[in-house]
């Protein structure tokens, strides 16, 4: 299984920015990806997760702001993040793992995401 997140970049607060994650190895139609993030100096948490059957989950911080979606057909996930704050500067990673089971098994490498003030 290999996850290969893009997409990150500088931007304003504000403005808007999408990343993509890439899957190999692992279809969508039965597994959760989920999108979780990392800032400077504290604990990866979570974002957001899209089920198998498009069921979407997001964290209080973000809902309403993000959204996740999925394309079956590129076996592809993203994040559209909108309305970016400061606070939002992390590295972003995506996420697998199976419907049957709890553990992230599946990571991606991480993008950066820095929103200036």
């Known amino acids: 299984v290999q996850l290969q997140a893009s997409g990150g970049g500088l931007v304003r607060a504000g403005a808007s920015l999408t990343l993509s994650c890439a899957v190999s190895g692992l279809s969508l139609s039965n597994s959760v990806m989920g999108w979780f993030r990392q800032a400077p100096g504290k604990e990866r948490e979570f974002v957001g997760s899209?089920?198998?059957?498009?069921?979407?989950y997001y964290e209080n911080a973000v809902k309403g702001r993000f959204t996740i979606s999925r394309d079956i057909v590129k076996n592809s996930v993203y994040l559209q993040m909108n309305s970016l704050k400061p606070e939002d500067t992390a590295v972003y990673y995506c996420a697998a793992r199976t419907r049957h089971s709890s553990i992230w098994g599946s990571w991606g490498q991480g993008t950066l995401v820095t929103v200036s003030s």
């Open positions: 899209v089920t198998w059957n498009d069921d979407t």
